[in-house]
């Protein structure tokens, strides 16, 4: 989707926002409801699907990787894009595969956000190597139970706890272990890693809301599925 006021005669940047798991381009639009925020910013979005036929996933890692970086050739080629604010977004699933593609052609992708999602810390402490700094937010709930912000289990590989697994991302991209700053109240708790002076990695983890993006939409009869109001996840 490229903002109202899209011209090639100057670059946009561009932010990839991947879908999670047994969901597809429609639903993350769904989730994320109100997209004023990227037109304001005049961003370029896109919303790739993973592989399945209704429902998708990315559930095979290498492929995905080629076709996310495949699909970054046919953006640049087509669209006015600035190559230095190159974004990508993913939620749940769709988080997991986002940090492999940033471990992949980290010198292609200038942040990261990821909502609702985990580090795969064994991935990024033995196959990730990045060429550059990668800054980071990670968004997720205290509720959240498909994502839980503690270890757990997912297709059969362990995930260490949320802040286990983003303090190995701040490590990649020469932060000390443990935060620099950390803001705790009533709504959230906000940890910082910081480098030469830099805000770097964030993780938020929020006080209520479930396994959805920040104050876009969920599925109201399905309690763990209830979006937080607390913070805008765009």
Known sequence: EKPLNYNNKSTHPVVLILHGHHESDKFIK???GNSNYFN???MITVYPNGSGFILKNWDNVN???FFLNTLLDTLFTSYA???NRVYLAGFSQGGMLAYKMACAYSHRITALAIVGS???????N???SLSRPVPLISINSIKDRACPIDSFTYKGKWYNSIESGIASWALKNDCAITPDSITTNKKYNVKIWRKDSQDLVSLWILSNGGHAWPQGKGFLFIPHFRP???INGN
């Open 228 to 230: 937080s109001k607390l």
């Open 30 to 32: 769904y989730r994320i």
């Open 63 to 65: 492929k995905e990787l």
């Open 126 to 128: 033995n196959r990730c």
């Open 118 to 124: 985990s580090i795969d810390s064994a991935y990024i």
């Open 81 to 83: 894009i600035d190559t």
């Open 40 to 42: 304001s910013n005049n």
